[in-house]
């Protein structure tokens, strides 16, 4: 069984990203390396702040790591909140208050088609891998329903037609931007001397 390190402290993503992976991967996050780094979140795309945190691990720690970065894109907003999705209404990354920021940015317009991005990259035996997952949706005009985390109350997806929200955790991962990602990321490790 090989070792990779996901380069996060979420436990929760790191069990939703051990059952995609299977057998054949051994998936160590931060905490399991003793990384307490702030590692610096400072490109202005996904691309590059995935490619930041895996490539910090690589190189301090000498390990292969994959990380993630997701943002939410709103075409109204000229695709904001984008890579400022965390601190959408400030530095303490309250998603109510983001959700408030995002509806009243809205207020009045036309359009509410979105999507969310997750951008997921990989140092592997030297060398870097880009996966991205996509899922279209729109902005509801309020909240709905109670489940997941950020932005999932009003975010409708095309292919559901009710709020991320409002669905089982499968059943968002099924067509998640996350899941989506993760999945590409799976394909390839599955054979990576084959891609
Ligand atoms: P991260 O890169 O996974 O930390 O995501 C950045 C931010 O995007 C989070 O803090 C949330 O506000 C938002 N976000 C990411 N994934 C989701 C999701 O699946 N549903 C709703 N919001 C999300």
Excluded: Q
């Amino acid at each position: 069984m090989r070792e990779i390190v996901f380069a996060t402290h979420n436990e929760h993503k790191a069990r939703e990203v051990r059952e995609i992976l299977g057998e054949s991967w051994k998936v160590l996050t931060l905490s399991d390396i003793v990384c307490h780094d702030d590692i610096p979140e400072t490109a202005d795309t996904l691309e590059g702040n995935a490619l930041i945190k895996a490539r910090w691990v690589r190189d301090r720690y000498g390990k292969d790591c994959f990380a993630d970065d997701t943002g939410l894109m709103v075409d109204a907003l000229g695709g904001a909140p984008g890579v400022m999705s965390a601190r959408y209404a400030g530095e303490a990354c309250d998603s109510e208050a983001n959700i408030d920021r995002l509806l009243g940015e809205l207020a009045g317009s036309g359009s509410r088609a979105a999507h969310f991005s997750t951008v997921v990259a990989l140092c592997l035996d030297g060398e870097e891998y880009l996966f991205e997952g996509r899922v279209e949706g729109e902005i509801s005009r309020e909240c709905h329903g109670h489940g997941g985390f950020g932005y999932d109350p009003v975010f409708v997806p095309v292919e559901s037609g009710v709020s991320f929200a409002e669905m089982s955790a499968d059943d968002k991962n099924a067509i998640s931007h996350r899941g989506r990602a993760i999945r590409k990321l799976a394909r390839f490790l599955d054979n990576p001397k084959l891609n």
